[in-house]
């Protein structure tokens, strides 16, 4: 999933990444290797994730940021890129929030889960199984 996504930053100056859900934080911490110029954020609302992401990025002496607390409470427009790998049961609320905070020449990224009755202007498929990288332009 790495390449696809430093792709789809190319020509972008100084992106600002953010991964609402991050987990671990093993994609951000590739990004950043990769990506020197770019601000990486992580948000995670379970502790424990939340714990061994800040922990494994101290360790790896990662750029990336991994702040612990609800994506909601976050002004979108402070970010150029938006990932998320959520439930598909949070994809209208992230898109209602989306579509109000994020500023035009943004792009929000969804992996596995589309946005119901909104087509992505692009689909990448990233694993041999079928999953697939979404993508919206705002």
Same mark, same amino acid.
Do not use: C, N, T
């Given at each position: 999933m790495l390449i696809p996504i430093l792709e789809l930053m190319e020509g972008m100056? %100084?992106?600002?990444?953010? @991964?609402?859900?991050? !987990?671990? !934080?093993?994609?951000?911490?590739?990004? /950043? @290797?990769?990506?020197?110029d770019a601000s990486f954020f992580g948000i995670e609302i379970a502790p424990?994730?939340?714990?061994?992401?800040?922990?494994? !990025?101290?360790?790896?002496?990662? %750029?990336?940021s991994f702040e612990f607390g609800d994506f909601y409470d976050l002004d979108f427009s402070d970010f150029d890129v938006i990932f998320c790998y959520l439930s598909p049961a949070a994809m209208p609320s992230i898109w209602a929030k989306v579509e109000s905070e994020? /500023?035009? !020449?943004? &792009?929000?990224?969804?992996?596995?889960? &589309?946005?119901?009755?909104?087509?992505? @202007?692009?689909?990448?498929? &990233?694993? %041999? @199984?079928?999953?697939?990288?979404?993508?919206?332009?705002?």
């Open positions: 100056k %100084s992106p600002r990444f953010i @991964d609402v859900g991050s !987990g671990l !934080g093993g994609l951000l911490i590739k990004l /950043a @290797d990769s990506r020197k424990l994730p939340w714990l061994l992401s800040h922990l494994r !990025g101290r360790l790896l002496k990662s %750029s990336v994020m /500023a035009p !020449g943004s &792009i929000f990224l969804s992996y596995e889960f &589309i946005v119901p009755f909104v087509d992505p @202007d692009f689909s990448l498929q &990233i694993e %041999s @199984d079928g999953r697939y990288l979404y993508g919206w332009r705002i």
